[in-house]
């Protein structure tokens, strides 16, 4: 049974940085893509991040630049190191290996 269980998170103030996480148990994350995902209050999920099992990366145009996926496959571990945060990124993250979510995470970017 996959479990992906995310840390990381919580409230940061505009410019500020954050860490996420996502621990994973029963899948080889290096063998798959790992995505994350946001969703903000009254909007849909839309992609954020995704590294393949080659490790080639993508990132959404609003946080190229700012954001960094990266995995640590003795660990088991894919991360999101968020740099520069904005209100705007403010939402509930999620981490994705097909078809697997995590718990999802709280980010609030606020003054």
């Known amino acids: 049974q996959v479990q992906l269980v995310q840390s990381g998170g919580g409230l940061v103030q505009p410019g500020g940085s954050l860490r996420l996480s996502c621990a994973a148990s029963?899948?080889?994350?290096?063998?798959?893509?790992i995505g994350w995902f946001r969703q903000a209050p009254g909007k849909d999920r839309q992609g954020v991040s995704c590294?393949?099992?080659?490790?080639?990366?993508y990132y959404a145009d609003s946080v190229q630049g700012r954001f960094t996926i990266s995995r640590d496959n003795a660990k088991n571990t894919v991360y999101l190191q968020m740099n520069s945060l904005k209100p705007e990124d403010t939402a509930v993250y999620y981490c994705?290996?097909?078809?697997?979510w995590g718990q999802g995470t709280q980010v609030t970017v606020s003054s």
């Open positions: 994705y290996v097909f078809p697997t």
């Open positions: 029963g899948v080889t994350l290096g063998h798959y893509r």
């Open positions: 590294i393949s099992s080659d490790g080639d990366t």
